[in-house]
């Protein structure tokens, strides 16, 4: 594999004299990195140690991921329950899920009798371990990703797809009927919206002509797809919305762990750790996928800019691109996080009739209009 | 129609009936074997339609049971007592659940708690006690439960 | 476990919700058999909570087991105690009054409100929605300090004595209930907005736990539920106590019979229970609160049964006397246990998801059920 970790990307080649603007960025702070590595230690050790250093990063935006995005859940749901929501540990209670995870961490981590224990404890590890590994492709501001893959968006629909499984062996290996039907509900769904998420995602890969986010991205320069791409985009992006949402099995189509129907669905039998794990993965799903509308959408760390504004792109860029990129994944995490606290639960034919019935015949045609207007040129 | 005509009424009906005066509702008594017969005839009747039971309990008198029936017609709105005098050694009578859904509930609790015995119910099991109890009906009033039970 | 799954994957999967399950809202036990998703049979278990309080009340007196009464159907305690109250005073035929009956039916309206606030919430959230829980309780909760100022509890009120009620209102009283009213109708609105419109909400709804107006008949099923099917069976019109029969109101019917119908009823009804408090706050009588009565009350020989409708259905308690001072027998019948008896009825076919629905639309308070 040629790819380095912490790449510094080949700019492609356009409009190449407008992205040397000097603001604080990761990709110097990598960059500089990269460089001193490499003088230190050789080319093949500072490949070593960069792979270290970026599990490393990994695994502690995984931790702060999971802490940020579950004070964010609780601080939205109050928000819209008319409650304040956490506020004692630390200032404003931003601390709380920090004591949370402590409490989990020091708790039991009980396996029951009749749980098959290898699956039983291999599944959340593999839950987060595809989370993890969907980390890869991300570009999380302007020349900082970690693996620049050139079929990055196949990858992401690749990996994505295995979550399931990590679902299906922990309900089966629970030795309970409610994990059961939890793994039995979630492994319908799952299937059956990763359709309609595909379909969504392939509809900005024909606009693009390219499977890697990077390009996704740089095609976006002159405006984001959801504004270059008309009325056929918008319906891709609310189908992706939908979909992911399923996908991550949150609310309202949280049937995997529907708690008024199956108490806590697959992960009933998990305590201490083992249940943080799962708790985690969901959350940093919920950020990956969130993440991943944001790059093929909404520009991902592409500044917003309009056609051939200069002077209004140019102010644009002096936003450093990570906050266009961390503002707009959290914008589409807060949208799923307010779909939660807001609509009633499906019922599980419901949602087989939503996806089968409706979502994949529009995300269909929809398809199709996006081919005949990439063929025929219309987008702007 | 009054308590006077449905009592004039039911006097016809069923002319081996006792009636006990001084009631809100029109009561009699009639005796397990004809339970299950007054029961159907009390329910077909079109001139009475009794298709609601409002309330169906037991009552132990030391020296028998007494099994007690509230009636009323959604149709007339008129309301009437049945009542049953079971043996207390050995207490049966028919079941009505057929004819009345709700009194396969009731049934089942008067079962447990005074020892009733329903011939011909489709599911008589314990309901509120727990599975395997044994020894008597709790509602009973001879029932003696030293730990839980304080005399005052 | 896996011998077990394996042979029940072939035909039926036995599951238990509860005792201790987030739907069954308290320690109900039901046993279901699960084809697939589709409920082939539920099986309910009661008595988790069963307090034997037939057996308790027969040694207490008829001034004490009032109080054990509001720990039945807890949410409406002040029904629950208006019921007891009313079949005492049958009994010794006192004359309550007239203020203490406005009293009395003004308690209850707002007790029902109550009740109907925190089903609404309770149910909404049973189908997955959490925010209306919290709504719910904003109302509900300036009903219990209402309650709390005036009886001095927030739950179990145990305020109607026989003869009347315990103590005088709180000189408060009218003005907070004004006031209760003006937030009711500013907010009520939203309950319709973020539950009853619900695209989601009403497919979950519609055509769930279907019951014809036969079965509720037969079963048993009374209050909001069985007006859902469209039987007449509040017994605020038909036998009319107290002061229900100089009122304005209207008893309310839907014809769907089934969840959704359930929904429309109970939320309809609130608005007919706010049309009561709106009359009555404004005309208490002057008076006493209370009828003399002697310390010691003895019951004559006989019988006593008295029905009112609870926010749940049709309470009855069957008083028989021995003439002591305490009842010889008592029996509630209470309306959970009746329209439990017909989920069975309800479920069978459905989805394990159209349960909660049923359950939820049934009001189920399970003290109330097992006693």
């Known amino acids: 594999m040629y790819e380095r970790i912490i790449t510094v990307l080949p700019v492609k080649k356009i409009k190449e004299k407008k992205q040397n603007i000097t603001v604080w960025s990761f990709a110097d702070i990598s960059k500089t990195i990269d460089q001193w590595l490499n003088d230190w230690v050789g080319a093949t050790w500072a490949t070593v140690f960069e792979m270290v250093i970026a599990g490393v990063c990994v695994i502690g935006l995984f931790a702060l991921l999971g802490l940020v995005l579950v004070i964010m859940e609780r601080k939205v749901a109050a928000w819209i329950q008319i409650r304040l929501g956490p506020n004692r540990v630390g200032p404003k209670g931003m601390l709380q899920s920090l004591a949370d995870t402590v409490k989990l961490l020091v708790k039991e981590g009980m396996t029951p009798d009749g749980a098959d224990k290898f699956l039983f404890n291999l599944a959340p590890f593999i839950a987060m371990i595809v989370a993890m590994l969907l980390m890869a492709p991300i570009a999380f501001a302007k020349d900082f990703q970690m693996w620049d893959l050139n079929v990055g968006v196949l990858y992401i629909s690749a990996v994505s797809s295995i979550s399931v499984i990590s679902i299906l062996m922990a309900g089966w290996a629970s030795n309970n009927k409610y994990s059961l039907l939890g793994a039995m509900r979630s492994g319908a769904q799952i299937v059956s919206y990763e359709l309609s998420a595909g379909l969504s995602v392939l509809a900005i890969v024909v606009l693009t002509g390219s499977l890697s986010l990077t390009d996704i991205i740089q095609s976006q320069q002159n405006g984001w797809w959801i504004f270059k791409g008309h009325i056929p985009v918008i319906i891709a992006f609310i189908t992706f919305i939908i979909a992911v949402t399923a996908e991550t099995n949150r609310a309202p189509f949280d049937l995997a762990e529907a708690e008024s129907e199956l108490t806590a669905g697959f992960h009933t039998e998990y305590s201490g750790m083992k249940f943080a794990l799962f708790f985690l993965a969901e959350y940093v799903n919920v950020f990956i996928v969130c993440a991943i509308g944001a790059t093929l959408f909404l520009g991902g760390w592409m500044p917003f800019h309009i056609g051939s504004w200069e002077g209004f792109n140019h102010v644009m860029d002096y936003i450093p691109s990570s906050i266009w990129f961390f503002g707009k994944t959290f914008f589409l995490i807060f949208l799923i996080m307010w779909f939660r606290w807001t609509f009633p639960r499906l019922r599980i034919d419901q949602l087989l009739n939503l996806e089968w019935k409706y979502l994949l015949p529009i995300s269909m045609i929809n398809l199709l209009l996006v081919t005949v207007m990439a063929i025929m040129g219309w987008h702007f | 129609m009054t308590n006077e005509e449905l009592k004039i009424q039911l006097t016809a009906l069923f002319p081996t009936a006792t009636w006990e005066e001084g009631t809100e509702w029109p009561t009699f008594q009639i005796t397990p074997a004809e339970w299950s017969t007054v029961a159907n005839e009390l329910r077909t009747n079109d001139a009475l339609k009794f298709d609601y039971l409002f309330c169906e309990t037991c009552v132990d008198w030391k020296t028998h049971l007494t099994m007690v029936y509230h009636l009323s017609s959604t149709n007339f709105r008129h309301n009437i007592v049945v009542k049953a005098k079971l043996d207390r050694t050995k207490p049966e009578i028919a079941t009505v659940a057929g004819i009345w859904r709700t009194a396969e509930f009731f049934e089942r609790e008067v079962y447990e708690m005074y020892g009733v015995n329903f011939l011909g119910h489709p599911d008589l099991r314990l309901l509120i006690l727990p599975d395997g109890w044994e020894g008597k009906n709790p509602m009973r009033k001879d029932f003696e439960d030293p730990i839980n039970m304080i005399k005052l | ?371």
Request: with cysteine.
């Open chain 3, 1 to 371: 476990m896996f011998e077990e799954v394996a042979k029940t994957a072939e035909g039926d999967l036995v599951i238990n919700v509860g005792p201790q399950h987030p739907a069954t809202h308290g320690v109900l036990h039901l046993l279901i058999t699960l084809n697939g998703e589709t409920i082939k049979k539920v099986e309910p278990h009661l008595g988790y909570i069963h307090r034997s309080i037939e057996k308790m009340c027969e040694s207490l007196t008829y001034r004490q087991f009032i109080y054990v009464t509001s720990r039945m159907d807890y949410l409406s305690a002040h029904i629950n105690n208006h019921a007891c109250a009313l079949c005492v005073e049958k009994g010794m035929q006192i004359e309550v009054p007239d203020r203490a009956k406005v009293i009395r039916v003004l308690m209850d309206e707002l007790t029902r409100i109550a009740s109907h606030e925190l089903w609404w919430g309770a149910m909404a959230m049973d189908l997955g929605a959490f925010t209306p829980f919290f709504h719910a309780f904003r109302e509900r909760e300036t009903i219990n300090d209402i309650m709390e100022e005036t009886c001095g509890a927030r739950l179990t009120m145990n305020y109607m004595v026989p003869g009347g009620v315990m103590q005088d209102l709180h000189p408060d009283f009218q003005r907070r209930v004004k006031e209760f009213l003006v937030l009711y109708k500013r907010k009520i609105h939203e309950y319709d907005e973020m539950v009853t419109g619900n695209i989601i909400f009403q497919n979950r709804m519609k055509g769930v736990g279907y019951i014809s107006p036969e079965d509720v008949i037969s079963y048993g099923v009374t209050g909001p539920a069985a007006r859902g099917s469209g039987v007449s069976s509040d017994i605020r019109k038909l036998y009319p106590y107290e002061i229900y029969d100089k009122l304005q109101f209207d008893e309310v019917l839907e014809t769907a019979g089934d969840s959704f119908a359930r929904y429309l009823v109970r939320l309809r009804e609130m608005d007919q229970s706010i049309r009561i408090v709106e009359q009555l706050i404004d005309n208490i009588p002057e008076g006493d609160f209370q009828a003399k009565t002697k310390a010691v009350l003895k019951l004559p020989k006989g019988e006593f049964y008295t029905r009112v409708e609870t926010a749940r259905g049709e309470l009855g308690v069957y008083i028989v006397s021995e003439g002591g001072t305490t009842p010889y027998r008592i029996k509630f019948r209470s309306p959970g246990f009746s329209n439990l008896s017909a989920l069975d009825h309800m479920v069978r076919g459905g989805k394990l998801g159209d349960l909660v629905a049923s359950m939820g639309t049934l009001d189920l308070v399970i003290p109330d059920i097992d006693r």
